[in-house]
T-cell receptor, first 112, second 111 residues
């Protein structure tokens, strides 16, 4: 298995909703990442996990809450989002920090 | 981090070679040059990387200038499926630093 799987592919949520994005890989990678990508812009790093521990938080608002319950799974919990949070959320993994990345296809999030 | 400069957009004809340039005049001796591409509605995917010597793989070739201040990604025969945003990224050899994307080059392939 050489893939990073993200679910759901599309999500529409209201500003008062709570939802979660899920990312899964079975390549034995020990580093996992969340990126946010607005239309026509490059991906921007949000969070980095290494060996299931949060390594980097790029000053992301607390309405985004990451979780890494095991080495194969990465979640992003969403609560009280704003319309400007609408974007493509990309998950990636690498064997270890500094190794090459494998990206998922992303979750396209719309906040209404 | 050393910065890269790429053209915003380029066009190519199908089945012709494409040369995508990247300038990185402040590159350090331990920076690897990485290329990723992002096809429409997909996440980025790794293309190729190199340090000093030219590199080839099944997807592309990477030509690195002797002074390492620039590099060129070469697609030998562009297909419509190669239409994507191509990102040139510098990563330090021994660093665990995360992948940081610049603005990239939007490649359009014309039939």
């Amino acid at each position: 298995d050489t893939e990073v799987t993200q679910t759901p592919k599309h999500l529409v949520m209201g500003m008062t909703n709570k939802k979660s994005l899920k990312c899964e890989q079975h390549m034995g990678h020990r580093a996992m990442y969340w990126y946010k990508q607005k239309a026509k812009k490059p991906p921007e790093l949000m969070f980095v996990y290494s060996y299931e521990k949060l390594s980097i938080n790029e000053s992301v608002p607390s309405r985004f809450s990451p979780e890494c319950p095991n080495s194969s799974l990465l979640n992003l919990h969403l609560h009280a989002l704003q319309p400007e949070d609408s974007a493509l959320y990309l998950c990636a993994s690498s064997l270890i920090l500094g190794a090459g990345y494998t990206f998922g296809s992303g979750t396209r999030l719309t906040v209404v | 981090d050393a910065k890269t400069t790429q053209p915003n957009s380029m066009e190519s004809n199908e089945e012709e070679p494409v040369h995508l340039p990247c300038n990185h005049s402040t590159i350090s001796g331990t920076d690897y040059i990485h290329w990723y591409r992002q096809l429409p509605s997909q996440g980025p995917e790794y293309v190729i990387h190199g340090l000093t010597s030219n590199v080839n793989n099944r997807m592309a070739s990477l030509a690195i200038a002797e002074d390492r201040k620039s590099s060129t990604l070469i697609l030998h025969r562009a297909t419509l499926r190669d239409a994507a945003v191509y990102y040139c990224i510098l990563r330090d050899k021994g660093s665990a630093r995360q992948l940081t994307f610049g603005s990239g080059t939007q490649l359009t392939v014309l039939p």
